[in-house]
C-alpha cells in the first residue's frame, strides 16, 4: 500500500526550515542595511545617500504591492500613484496640523480660508491617521476594484481605467487650491512631529529606521499572502481566471482583497516617502511615475518579492546617478529599460538569474547543460514561433 | 439660453472631433490586436511637428502658396507617422504579441524615447543615427546571406552593436567639433512651437453671437473625410476586408490562407498614420511641445474603452459623448438647464471647469461600464473572455 503522507510530513519539515532561514537571512540584511549602510555612506562621504536610500526603501513598499497584483496576480495596474500619494497626502495634512491651538496652517491664509474643511478635523489625531495612511487608500482601491472586477473589466481595460483613475485624482488635487494647496502640495520638513522638526537629522534618522522595519514587515506580509493557498489562487487567476472560475471560485474577492492590500501597501510607502522628502504634491500622481512603479518590478523579476525590492533600488540608484551625470540622457535610457526588460528580459533580473544565469554558471565550472524538460519545451523558439502564428 | 446650449453642443462636438480623429487610429489597432498604444500620444506629436517643418519649407514659398500647405503636411504627416509605425511594428510590437500588459509597457518606453527625440534631435543626433543604422543592418544584412547564419546571429550582435555604436558615437562627435553650433544645436528643442493656420482658416463664421471658427470646421470636415475614407477601406477593398477577418477570428483567418502578419503591419501603419493626420490637425488649435501627445492620450484611451472594441460606430458615439459632456460640464452651460433643482446645480457648477469636468466624465464613465462592461457596441461571439 502507497501511502503519502510521510513525504508530505518531511516537505512540509523542510518548507519550515527553508522558511526560518529565508527570515534570519531577511533580518540580517535588514540589520545591516539599518546599522551598517549608513556608516559605511558617511565613510566614504556620502551622507545625502543615507536619506535618498530611506526614500527607495519605501518605494520598494510600492514596489512589493505592485508586484503582488502584477507579478501574482497579473493585473497591470497603472495607478497605484493615487494610493501612493493618498497615504502621503495622511501624513503630510497631520504635521500640517501641528499647530498651536486655533491656528490654521499657512496656505489657507493665502486663499482666504479661515475655517478648517470637515476632511481635515479628524487627522488632529494621531491614530486616525495612521489608520488613515493605510485604510483610505485601501478602501479607495477596493470600492475601485469591486466596481471594475465586478464586471470581468481586466487585462488592457483595466490598466487604462486604473490610469483614467490616476487622472482624475491628480486633476482633483492639482485644482483644489483651497482645499490642499493644488500644485504647490504640502511641505512636511519644516513642521513639528512630537516638537521635533520632521527635517531635522534626529527624525530623519527614526524615518529611516522606520522605513527598513516597515519594508521588512511589508516583505513577510507579502510572502506569506503569496505563499499559501491564497498564493496558488492568485497564480491560477493570473494564469487562468476562466478556468478559476469554472472550478468554483469567484475571483472578484480576491482581486478585489489583493488591489486593496497593495494600496494598502503604497499608501504606508507614500507617507514614509513624503516624511524623508519633504514635500508631498501632485505630481507624485504623474502619469510617469505610476508606469515606472511597474518598471521597478519588471527589472527586478515578476513574481519574486525580493525581485520587487532590488528591483526599486537598482532602478531609482541608476536613475539619481544617471541624473547627476547625464540629465539629458535620462529619458533615452529609460525608455530603452522599458524596452529591454519587456522584451530581452521577460523574467526581470532574478528571472535571469533563475534560468540562463544558472546555466551560464554551469556552463563556466564545466557542468553538461541541464536537459529540458516539458517546462521548458515551451520557451522553445519553435514552438514559440508556431503558437505566434496559430495564437488561441 | 437655447442658443448657449447649442454653441456648447458645436464646441463639444468640435472638441469629440478632435479626440475621434486620435482614437481612430487607437481603436482600429486596439481591435486588431488586443494592443493598446501608448506611444500613440506621442505619433500625434510627431505628426504635429511634420506640420511645422512643413509649414517651414512652405514659407520660402511666399503667399499663394503657403495657404495650400496644410494639404502637403497632412499628407506629409501621415506618411511619415506610418513608416514610424511600421518600424516600430516590425521592431518591438510584433515580438510581443499575446502580451498585451507587456506591449502597454513597451510603447511606453518608445513614447518616452520619442519625447527625448524630439527634444534634443539635432544634425549630429541624425547622421549619428544614420551611421550605426546602415553599419549594423548593412552588417547583419551581410550576414543574412551566408548559409550559418543562425548560428552565428547572437554572436554577430553582441560584436556588431558596440563597434557600429561606438563608430557612430564618434562620427558625431567629430562632427560636433567641427562644426561646432550648427551641427549641435536641437532643432526644434524643450520649447513648444507655433504653427500658424493658413489665412484662409483664420476667420469664422458669424451665427449671431457666435463665432464659428473655420479651423473647428475644418477638423470636423477633416475627421468625417477620415472615417468616410476608413469605413471605404475597411468595408470596400480586399486588405479591408482581411482586416475584419482577422479581427474577428485571427486563427481561422490564418488557415484561410490570410497573411495575419502582414495584415497586423498594415494596420498598425494605418492607424499610426491616422495618429499622424490627427498630430496635423491638433497643430492648428494651439501650440506644439513634446508633451502634446500626453494632453489626449487618456480621452483617446477613454473612447476606445466606451466605444467598445473594433467598432467604427461605437468609437464615434463614444468620442462624440466624451466630448460633449466634457465641454457641457466644463464651460458649466448644464447648470441653467436644472435651475429648477438647485442641489442639482450646484453640484454641476463645482464642477465647472475643465479639470473638475474630468472627474464628473470619468465618474460617468466607471457607472456606465457597470452596464455595459464591454462599451456600447460589443463584439458579439460565444468566447469566455469576451
Known amino acids: ?392 | 439660453m437655447l442658443t448657449s446650449l447649442l454653441d456648447g453642443l458645436f464646441d463639444g462636438i468640435s472638441i469629440g472631433s478632435v479626440l475621434l480623429l486620435a482614437a481612430l487610429g487607437l481603436a482600429i489597432v486596439f481591435g486588431l490586436m488586443g494592443v493598446i498604444n501608448m506611444a500613440h500620444g506621442e505619433l500625434m506629436m510627431i505628426g504635429a511637428y511634420t506640420t511645422f517643418v512643413v509649414q517651414n519649407a512652405f514659407k520660402s514659398f511666399g503667399q499663394p502658396w503657403f495657404g495650400a500647405y496644410i494639404f502637403v503636411a497632412l499628407i506629409c504627416a501621415f506618411f511619415v507617422t506610418a513608416l514610424l509605425g511600421l518600424i516600430l511594428e516590425k521592431g518591438v510590437i510584433r515580438h510581443l504579441y499575446g502580451r498585451p500588459l507587456e506591449t502597454l509597457l513597451a510603447t511606453w518606453g518608445v513614447s518616452l524615447i520619442l519625447r527625448q527625440f524630439v527634444r534634443s534631435v539635432s544634425w549630429v543626433m541624425v547622421l549619428g543615427l544614420g551611421v550605426f543604422c546602415v553599419l549594423y543592418f548593412g552588417a547583419m544584412a551581410i550576414l543574412s546571406r551566408r548559409p550559418n547564419v543562425e548560428k552565428i546571429r547572437g554572436w554577430a550582435r553582441t560584436v556588431l552593436i558596440p563597434l557600429s555604436a561606438g563608430i557612430a558615437w564618434s562620427a558625431g562627435n567629430m562632427l560636433g567639433q567641427t562644426y561646432q553650433l550648427a551641427a549641435t544645436k536641437p532643432w526644434f528643442g524643450a520649447q513648444n512651437v507655433d504653427v500658424t493656420a493658413p489665412g484662409w482658416l483664420r476667420k469664422g463664421i458669424k451665427l449671431g453671437t457666435y463665432q464659428l471658427p473655420y479651423v473647428r470646421l475644418f477638423i470636423l470636415v477633416l475627421t468625417i473625410v477620415c472615417i468616410l475614407g476608413m469605413y471605404l477601406f475597411l468595408q470596400r477593398s480586399a486588405w479591408g476586408l482581411r482586416i475584419r477577418a482577422v479581427t474577428q477570428n485571427r486563427s481561422m483567418s490564418a488557415c484561410l490562407g490570410i497573411p495575419t502578419e502582414r495584415v497586423d503591419a498594415l494596420t498598425f501603419a494605418l492607424g499610426s498614420g491616422l495618429a499622424g493626420v490627427a498630430g496635423c490637425a491638433v497643430s492648428l488649435l494651439g501650440s506644439v511641445g513634446p508633451n502634446t501627445g500626453q494632453n489626449y492620450i487618456v480621452d483617446t484611451f477613454m473612447v476606445v474603452v466606451v466605444g467598445g472594441v473594433g467598432k467604427l460606430v461605437g468609437s464615434i458615439v463614444a468620442a462624440m459623448a466624451i466630448g460633449i459632456a466634457n465641454y457641457m460640464i466644463g464651460a458649466d452651460a448644464l447648470s441653467p438647464l436644472v435651475s429648477w433643482f438647485p442641489q442639482l446645480a450646484a453640484v454641476l457648477q463645482f464642477f465647472a471647469n475643465a479639470s473638475m469636468a474630468k472627474v464628473l466624465v470619468f465618474a460617468l464613465i466607471v457607472t456606465f461600464l457597470q452596464f455595459r462592461p464591454a462599451g456600447i457596441f460589443p463584439q458579439k461571439g460565444r468566447m469566455v473572455d469576451a
Not at chain 1, 526599486?312 to 529591454?340: C, D, M, Y
Request: some cysteine; glycine content about 10%; hydrophobic content about 50%.
Open chain 1, 1 to 392: 500500500m502507497i501511502t503519502d503522507s510521510p513525504p508530505v510530513k518531511s516537505s512540509s519539515a523542510m518548507r519550515r526550515r527553508s522558511l526560518v532561514i529565508e527570515g534570519v537571512i531577511v533580518v540580517a540584511i535588514s540589520l545591516l542595511i539599518l546599522f551598517g549602510a549608513p556608516q559605511f555612506l558617511t565613510a566614504i562621504g556620502q551622507e545625502f545617500r543615507i536619506n535618498m536610500l530611506g526614500r527607495f526603501m519605501a518605494l520598494a513598499i510600492v514596489a512589493l504591492g505592485i508586484d503582488l497584483i502584477w507579478g501574482y496576480t497579473g493585473m497591470l495596474s497603472l495607478g497605484h500613484g493615487i494610493f501612493f500619494s493618498l497615504g502621503g497626502y495622511a501624513l503630510a495634512m497631520f504635521l500640517q496640523l501641528q499647530l498651536p491651538e486655533g491656528q490654521l496652517p499657512e496656505f489657507f491664509t493665502l486663499f482666504g480660508v479661515d475655517k478648517l474643511p470637515w476632511f481635515w478635523q479628524p487627522f488632529h489625531s494621531l491614530p486616525f491617521t495612521l489608520m488613515a495612511i493605510v485604510f483610505i487608500p485601501a478602501t479607495i482601491a477596493g470600492l475601485l476594484g469591486y466596481l471594475v472586477f465586478r464586471n470581468r473589466i481586466r487585462g488592457v481595460y483595466f490598466s487604462i481605467l486604473t490610469q483614467a483613475s490616476l487622472i482624475v485624482f491628480f486633476n482633483f488635487f492639482n485644482s483644489q487650491q483651497k482645499l490642499i494647496n493644488g500644485t504647490n502640495g504640502l511641505k512636511t520638513d519644516t513642521t513639528k512631529i512630537f516638537g521635533v522638526y520632521a527635517g531635522s537629522d534626529q527624525a530623519q534618522s527614526v524615518f529611516y529606521t522606520l522605513t527598513v522595519l516597515f519594508l521588512v514587515l511589508a516583505y513577510f506580509l507579502c510572502r506569506w499572502l503569496t505563499s499559501g493557498r491564497l498564493g496558488r489562487l492568485l497564480i491560477a487567476i493570473r494564469d487562468d481566471e476562466s478556468r478559476v472560475r469554472f472550478s468554483g471560485y469567484d475571483p472578484t474577492g480576491f482581486k478585489v482583497l489583493v488591489f486593496a492590500v497593495s494600496a494598502g501597501l503604497a499608501g504606508m510607502a507614500g507617507a514614509l516617502y513624503t516624511v524623508q522628502s519633504g514635500i508631498i504634491s501632485p505630481k507624485t500622481m504623474d502619469i510617469a511615475f505610476s508606469i515606472e512603479m511597474v518598471i521597478w518590478v519588471a527589472v527586478g523579476g515578476r513574481a519574486s518579492l525580493i525581485g520587487a525590492i532590488l528591483g526599486a533600488l537598482i532602478v531609482n540608484f541608476a536613475r539619481s546617478i544617471l541624473t547627476e551625470q547625464f540629465p539629458e540622457i535620462w529619458l533615452f535610457f529609460q525608455g530603452a529599460l522599458f524596452l529591454v526588460v519587456v522584451t530581452v528580459l521577460p523574467g526581470g533580473f532574478i528571472g535571469w538569474l533563475r534560468n540562463e544565469g544558472q546555466e551560464l554558471f554551469r556552463s563556466l565550472i564545466g557542468r553538461p547543460r541541464r536537459v529540458m524538460t516539458y517546462p521548458s519545451l515551451s520557451e522553445d523558439p519553435e514552438v514559440e514561433y508556431e503558437r505566434q502564428n496559430l495564437r488561441n
